[in-house]
């Protein structure tokens, strides 16, 4: 149990483009779901936390207007990364949880190249 | 000082060796103990989760914390090429009730 799946799994795109990456928990309700990126050789730096039905929380130095999440249900957040730029370019990896103090159940994340 | 403090390695040893991957941590706040495994370009796989000091077994894998000296372990025995991944700890709990991750200690196993 505890399946996180994300989409897509590698995007291409030009500068100046909106990319948009889903997070679903397959076969349980995540309260609450979080936003990671990694860049190569580094550990994973927290983006924002995406609790169901409200806005998101994001962490000190990242751009909420240019990182756009959305948690719309119990299964579903998504992550937009608006007017994307070479700079942009990474790994993105969500996670999810059942609950406070729960474990959090990664999925097998995004690699997001703008050319 | 960091709030989490993991070698990054890379740490290689034999096939069937005992692994003892290491992190200490600074706030006591922190409840609850993850051990994750990451394969390249892949997301973390959860591999322990403990929230007590003490030791936790899973198989061939060893959780241990120490929450008064503030370190964590992982053992592995009877490592295995397949082992060969990225290994971060991730303490967390407390108020902010989210995960901090360690750098991660890169292990290769060779045969």
């Known amino acids: 149990g505890a399946v996180v799946s994300q989409h897509p799994s590698w995007v291409i795109c030009k500068s100046g483009t909106s990319v948009k990456i889903e997070c679903r928990s397959l076969d349980f309700q995540a309260t609450t779901m979080f936003w990671y990126r990694q860049f190569p050789k580094q550990s994973l730096m927290l983006m924002a936390t995406?609790?169901?039905?409200?806005?998101?929380?994001?962490e000190q130095g990242v751009e909420k207007d240019k990182f756009l999440i959305n948690h719309a249900s119990l299964t579903l957040s998504t992550l937009t990364v608006t007017s994307a730029h070479p700079e942009d370019s990474s790994f993105y990896i969500c996670?999810?949880?059942?609950?406070?103090?729960?474990?959090?159940?990664f999925g097998d994340g995004t690699r997001l190249s703008i050319l | 000082q960091k709030e989490v403090e993991q070698d990054p390695g890379p740490l290689s040893v034999p096939e069937g060796a005992i692994v003892s991957l290491n992190c200490t941590y600074s706030?006591?706040?922190?409840?609850?103990f993850m051990w994750y495994r990451q394969y390249s370009r892949k997301g973390p796989e959860l591999l322990m989760y403990t929230y007590s000091s003490g030791n936790k077994e899973d198989g061939r894998f060893t959780a241990q914390v120490d929450k008064s000296s503030k370190y964590i372990s992982l053992f592995i025995r009877d490592s295995q090429p397949s082992d060969s991944a990225t290994y971060l700890c991730a303490p967390g709990g407390g108020t902010a009730s989210k995960l901090t991750f360690g750098t991660g200690t890169r292990l290769q196993v060779t045969l």
């Open positions: 996670s999810a949880r059942k609950g406070t103090d729960q474990p959090q159940h």
């Open positions: 706030n006591s706040a922190f409840q609850y």
């Open positions: 995406s609790n169901e039905g409200s806005k998101a929380t994001y």
